[in-house]
């Protein structure tokens, strides 16, 4: 059933109400908790944001009582019996996790719509060495409830999805692992179900932003089968990561290749539809191989503000087709041949590069990602993103975050060749696909300790790299895209 296409007026009016529903249960919500450092990140201040998905392992302990959780703002309801308090004690650490979001696009897009949607997420650690005395041990598990329509799956038609929570409506296990630490923290081994997008390819100071592809990028949610061990599909794996001093650090991993089969032949619906629980636990598939080494530089004491550099590449050991689909998902050329193996490179940078003067925290950062990868069998070939994010730069809001940020998507040789086939067959002006283009503004704000609203607005250049609007006739593009939104969000 479509959607009415909502009158500006409308759409505005719809917004505001969406808003309100969202912002004022407030106790019955929560986010997820504020973005852990990266590893090897040094004394890079925390800039808030919401990152995509979460890694709060037992390290982290239980959520900070103070500007992450909305325990403290609770009163004595907010550890009833002493629950929390008692589980700690015995090593068992959890967190609940609410994001609830109305975003619409107003202009632009194959459609206009208005969506709601949210997710909660139930995270669980336990302390080993505190439950059964195993020293540097820790057990991990989370798992989501996924709920609402998506603005890009349904109306922008856009690479990068306007929300980083858009999902298929499901309840799912994302995570389980066990991680052993050894060597005083020098040397750790995590086992089991793990989602890549937690330690790899992270940016802290892009964690702010809205668009899913400020976390885990649309090069590798596009080029890896089911998108790679990334939110909502996790895989089995292991990750080894080693730490020989307190600037450096590398993670490798090694995953299943495939975590929910979207790669077999046949295989059309989503990841999300062809492992629905995130209980498929494929290992048999050719392995996907990821290794990234993170150097952090510069000091509070220092004359050099603190950064971060990561450099990183991956394999994915499969077979991938010689041939994209066009814009309106159709095959053309050989369609059959098939290559060996994919790969991939990237750099990022963290650089704080003001400190807001009497604030804890104040400051200001820029990042930038490059990732490359090969044009003759996969959809995006060249990736890039900045942005520039601050903290504590409005007097009295000390807490409150505010960015903006820039992604680019470059359509590969191997799909733009088939979209020239297209149109040599239809002997139209079909269009040829070059790049996806997206700008985002966003102002996080601080309720209370743990509770955060925040506006946001996004601009899509060429959604979906300059597809044909598939309600039209004429194959032309779908129109550029201005997307308005607002996201609640609280931890408990």
């Known amino acids: 059933m479509r959607r009415r296409r909502p009158s ?3 759409f505005v009016l719809a917004l505001a109400g969406a808003t309100a529903a969202i912002a004022l249960p407030a106790g019955a919500q929560s986010t997820l908790p504020a973005p852990a450092v990266p590893t090897g990140s ?3 201040p925390d800039l808030g944001g919401t990152p995509q998905t979460s890694d709060q392992t037992a390290a982290q302990g239980t959520p900070d009582q103070g500007n992450t959780s909305i325990q403290s703002s609770l009163g004595p309801y907010g550890d009833p019996g002493g629950l929390r308090a008692s589980l700690a004690q015995r090593g068992v650490t959890y967190s609940l996790v609410f994001i609830g979001e109305t975003l619409g696009n107003p202009s632009g897009g194959a459609r206009q719509g208005i969506i709601g949607e949210g997710r909660l997420d139930l995270q ?30 349904n109306d922008l038609l856009n690479l990068s999805f306007a929300s980083g929570i858009e999902g298929l409506p499901s309840t799912r296990l994302y995570e389980v692992w066990f991680e052993q630490v050894a060597m005083g923290g020098k ?3 995590k086992l089991g179900q793990i989602g890549a997008d937690t330690e790899f390819l992270a940016s802290q100071y892009a964690a702010l932003f809205v668009n899913s592809t400020f976390g885990w990028p649309n090069i590798t949610g596009y080029d890896l089968p089911s998108g790679g061990p990334a939110y909502p599909v996790a895989t089995p794996g292991i990750r080894l990561k080693l730490a020989p001093n307190d600037r450096l650090t590398v993670l ?18 989503e990841p999300g539809k062809l492992d629905r629980y995130g209980t498929n636990f494929r290992v048999t598939d050719p392995p996907f191989v990821i290794a990234e080494a993170a150097y952090t530089y510069g000091g509070r004491d220092g004359t050099l503000l603190p950064g971060i550099a990561k450099l990183g590449g991956w394999e994915n050991f499969g077979s991938f087709a010689a041939t994209i689909p066009t814009g309106a998902g159709l095959s053309l050329g050989s369609g059959t041949g098939r290559l060996r ?11 704080m590069v003001y400190r807001v003067p009497g604030v804890d925290d104040g400051a200001v950062g820029v990042f930038a990602r490059l990732s490359g990868s090969p044009g003759d069998r996969n959809l995006i070939s060249f990736y890039a993103d900045a942005g520039i994010t601050g903290k504590g730069l409005v007097p009295g809001r000390a807490d409150d975050t505010a960015g903006v940020s820039f992604a680019a998507s470059r359509i590969s040789s191997a799909a733009r060749r088939t979209d020239r086939l297209e149109r040599a067959s239809l002997g139209v002006p079909y269009p040829i696909r070059s790049n996806e283009l997206l700008f985002e503004a966003s102002y996080q704000a601080q309720v209370v300790p743990g509770f955060t609203l925040q506006p946001d607005i996004q601009y899509v250049v060429r959604p979906g790299g300059g597809i044909p609007n598939p309600d039209g006739t004429d194959f032309r593009r779908i129109r550029n895209a201005a997307v308005v939104g607002v996201r609640a969000t609280v931890q408990y």
């Open 252 to 269: 490798a991993g090694v995953f299943d290749g495939d975590p929910a089969g979207a790669a077999k032949v046949g295989a059309t619906a």
């Open 8 to 10: 500006t007026l409308k």
């Open 42 to 44: 040094g004394n890079l």
């Open 341 to 351: 193996g994919n790969d991939g490179l990237y750099g990022l940078v963290d650089q």
């Open 124 to 153: 669980v650690n336990v302390d080993l060495a505190k439950a059964i005395a195993l020293d540097g041990a820790t057990l991990h598990a989370n798992g989501y409830k996924i709920f609402g329509d998506g603005l890009s799956r």
């Open 187 to 189: 040397v750790a081994l």
